[in-house]
């Protein structure tokens, strides 16, 4: 099966430019998950929806992120705007289950350079 | 709440030596445990996982962990290393949610 896709691979931008990064789960896959992750950090869940319902977004900085996923299917996350501290890896995965315990999968990330 | 400690940032080893990263993880509920592995500029990649039953979990390319529940720990295992299993890896924790809780990673870096 293909595995999740993220675009775009690498970005650079200024402070207090906007970005935004795609997500396409895996077909089927009702559970989608982005995750920040900072240079030497594990990463840190930002957002999980279930279909295209938010079911925990408590660690999301809502002044400057948002993200959305309509249909159900692909997603988009976005930082508007960006600072200095959001350099960082951002990581989509999605899961077959409602339970992360069956494993997620992840895609390749987006490294957004912040300057 | 779950967290998850990992003590050793960087693991230096010889190829064909042993080598064991500690993951020690702190809950009120029961756990469900994880290792992953990142390859550079890669993504995530499931190594191996602990739902229940057998504390001892092994994944395809040699790498073993054991669930240990007095210790709280899950330490992962390779009786012998290769060159290609230089990467990051991530040991990490779910409780009752979806939610999986990461360690700071620990880098193998295997030389010849």
């Known amino acids: 099966e293909a595995g999740v896709a993220q675009s775009p691979r690498y970005k650079i931008i200024e402070k207090r430019q906007s970005v935004a990064f795609w997500c396409n789960p895996i077909s089927g896959h009702a559970t989608l998950y982005w995750y920040q992750q900072i240079l030497g950090q594990g990463p840190k869940l930002l957002i999980q929806f279930q279909n295209n319902g938010v079911v925990d977004d408590s660690q999301l900085p809502k002044d400057r992120f948002s993200a959305e996923r309509l249909k159900g299917v692909d997603s988009t996350l976005k930082i508007q705007p960006a600072k200095l501290e959001d350099s960082a890896v951002y990581l989509c995965?999605?899961?077959?289950?409602?339970?992360?315990?069956?494993?997620?999968?992840f895609g390749s990330g987006t490294r957004l350079t912040v300057v | 709440a779950q967290s998850v400690t990992q003590l050793d940032s960087q693991v230096p080893v010889f190829e064909e030596a042993p080598v064991e990263l500690r993951c020690n993880y702190s809950?009120?509920?029961?756990?469900?445990l994880f290792w992953y592995v990142q390859y550079p500029n890669q993504g995530l990649q499931l190594l191996l996982k602990?739902?229940?039953?057998?504390?001892l979990v092994e994944s395809i390319n040699g790498f073993e962990a054991e669930f240990n529940k007095s210790q709280t720990s899950f330490h992962l295992r390779k009786p012998s290393v290769h060159i290609s299993d230089t990467a990051e890896y991530f040991c990490?924790?779910?409780?009752?949610?979806?939610?999986?809780?990461f360690g700071t990673g620990t880098r193998l870096q295997v030389f010849p």
């Open positions: 809950s009120s509920v029961s756990v469900y």
């Open positions: 990490a924790v779910s409780g009752n949610t979806d939610k999986l809780i």
């Open positions: 602990y739902l229940s039953g057998s504390t």
């Open positions: 995965a999605s899961s077959s289950e409602a339970g992360g315990w069956y494993g997620y999968t």
